[in-house]
């Protein structure tokens, strides 16, 4: 079994800065893909950034220059740090990884979601 622990949400005014973890642990063979979503009230669930193992990054166009995700492959850990919040980024956060269970057997999975409060 394979749990996505999620943590560093919280309610920040608007301009500030948050930072976002999102660690696997359990039956981990190895850890590919990894990204964070997030779902405000009324509306879809989006792709806010991804990050692959070898380093490769990007992310939906509201967040660029402001958002930045990396990732400590030894820890199968990624992280979201948040810059110059605005209220229109409160909304729960995901983290999402492909995770490999066998060298030949790979699955996505989602941590429990960690919400984001940004006042005006």
């Known amino acids: 079994q394979v749990q996505l622990v999620e943590s560093g949400g919280g309610l920040v005014q608007a301009g500030g800065s948050l930072r976002l973890s999102c660690a696997a642990s359990g039956s981990v063979f190895s850890v590919n893909t990894m990204g964070w979503y997030r779902q405000a009230p009324g509306k879809q669930r989006e792709l806010v950034a991804f990050a692959t193992v070898g380093g490769t990054t990007d992310y939906v166009d509201s967040v660029k220059g402001r958002f930045t995700i990396s990732r400590d492959n030894a820890k199968n850990t990624v992280y979201l740090q948040m810059n110059s919040l605005k209220p229109e980024d409160t909304a729960v956060y995901y983290c999402?990884?492909?995770?490999?269970?066998?060298?030949?057997?790979?699955?996505?999975?989602w941590g429990q979601g960690t919400q984001v409060n940004v006042s005006s």
């Open positions: 999402n990884a492909d995770v490999s269970i066998t060298s030949w057997s790979t699955v996505t999975y």
